[in-house]
Each structure stands twice: as C-alpha cells, then as structure tokens.
C-alpha cells in the first residue's frame, strides 16, 4: 500500500535529484513544476541551487525574463509570435515590459506562478538545498531564505544523486 | 459514503496533478475522486500519474471541452 500522506510510499520509493542553476522567471518553470510533480507521485525529491537558481530561494521573489540572446523566445502577439531583435532588448525598460506580458500571459493561461509552485513543493515535502559557495560569493544570509531549507555543497549534493534514480541539471 | 469532487477547469500543467494529489489526501482507501479539467495534456498526466502512485484511474472521458477523471484512492 502507498503513503500517499507523505511523499516516498517507504522504501522502495523512486528519488531524483535536481540541480537548479537558473534564476529567471522562464528557467524557474522547468525544475519546479518537475520537482512538485515528482513528489505528487511519491518521489522523493531534492533540488540543490546553486549558481543563479540561488535567489529562487529567496524569500522575496522578484524574477525577470531577458528576450536579450533568445531568438527562441517568440510572445503570441496581433495573432503571431515575435521574437525580439537584441537591439531592442538591450533597450533599458524592455525586460521589464518582457516581464510584465509573460506574467499576464501566465496568468491568462492557468498557468501557475513560481511563487505558488514554491509553496506548493515546501508542502509535498521536497527537499531544497542552497549552496553554501555560491550564498558566500554573492553574500547572502540564511536570513534571506525561506524556511525549511538545508545548506550544504558538492559533496552534500553528490551523496543524495548518488542514491537516486534520477538526476538532473536545469 | 460522500462524493469526492475536484474542479481543475482553467488550470495549466502541473496544477491538476497538484491539486488531485492534495484532494486525494481527504479521500479515505477505495473511494473515488471525481476531477474535471480543460488541459488537454491531463488526459495523458492522469494515466502516468495513477500508474505511477498505485491509485486507480477507474474511467477518463471527454465532454465538450471538459476532461472527466475518475480516480480510485488506493
């Protein structure tokens, strides 16, 4: 029988691991819709962040998009998708407009802000470790962090992808 | 013995998991949760899902634009 009252449904529960190296508001998507949906079907997850994924861990999350290097990046606009030219990019206010349109589209579609996906994988349990190097080289405290979360390093990271089933780098 | 209902209409991947998940929890062993929802990729995401958990997809069917789910706590 499956412990569906907690993630892992005991020992033969699978486990992944994800490392978690980006911070825009795009890039935050990826490991936490995975991570929540994971634990939602009893794996046990950690998220390790490191690197610019750090600030996901912040407890005020402010996050942006760049179009700025991402021809891929095309908004559904007057009935077509546009990708934005770098010129235009680099223009100061664009990134914050770029922002703006991705947050109303992500409201318009049902899809999930970060915030809530965040709260939603502190509830299913799913364990987030910040990176002890990378909180010293861009000088943040505990304090800036939500509860709840581990601190550790490589080492920490390699002995838990080492028993899981999964393992991934965003 | 109560009827179990979710309304995931409007809702974008991954919330209908999240939410079925989180609705499940109230359900007691062998009864059903009834999920609605209008993301056309919850139709696969059910199945994996409940294959996934050991809880039981009973029956998946459309109406309209309308998914209809039933799931079987296990």
């Not at chain 1, 490589?154 to 838990?160: H, Q, V």
Request: proline fraction near 5%.
């Amino acid at each position: 029988m499956l412990d569906t009252d907690s993630q892992g449904g005991g020992d033969n529960a699978k486990s992944m691991s994800l490392i978690v190296t980006k911070g825009t508001l795009d890039w935050a998507y990826p490991p936490f819709i995975l991570a929540t949906t994971a634990a939602a079907m009893d794996i046990k997850v950690t998220m390790f962040f490191t690197f610019y994924g750090l600030p996901l861990l912040n407890k005020n999350l402010d996050l942006k998009i760049s179009s700025l290097g991402n021809p891929a990046m095309k908004m559904p606009m007057m009935g077509m998708h546009m990708a934005m030219p770098n010129i235009v990019s680099a223009i100061p206010g664009v990134d914050r407009m770029a922002t703006t349109m991705m947050k109303n589209l992500i409201k318009k579609k049902g899809v999930a802000s970060i915030p809530d996906l965040r709260d939603a994988a502190v509830d299913l349990d799913v364990k987030m470790i910040g990176c002890q190097m990378t909180m010293d080289l861009f000088e943040y405290g505990t304090e800036d962090m939500i509860d709840g979360i581990e601190i550790g390093g490589a080492a920490t990271y390699m002995e838990i992808a080492a028993k899981s089933d999964i393992n991934l780098y965003i | 013995m109560a009827v179990h209902e979710l309304n995931a209409e409007g809702l974008n991947c991954p919330l209908p998991i999240l939410k079925a998940k989180k609705a499940l929890k109230a359900v007691p062993q062998g009864e059903i949760l009834h999920i609605r929802s209008t993301d056309p990729g919850s139709v696969a995401d059910f199945a994996a899902f409940c294959n996934q958990t050991g809880n039981e997809l009973v029956s998946s069917s459309t109406e309209g634009d309308i998914y209809k789910f039933e799931i079987k706590r296990a």
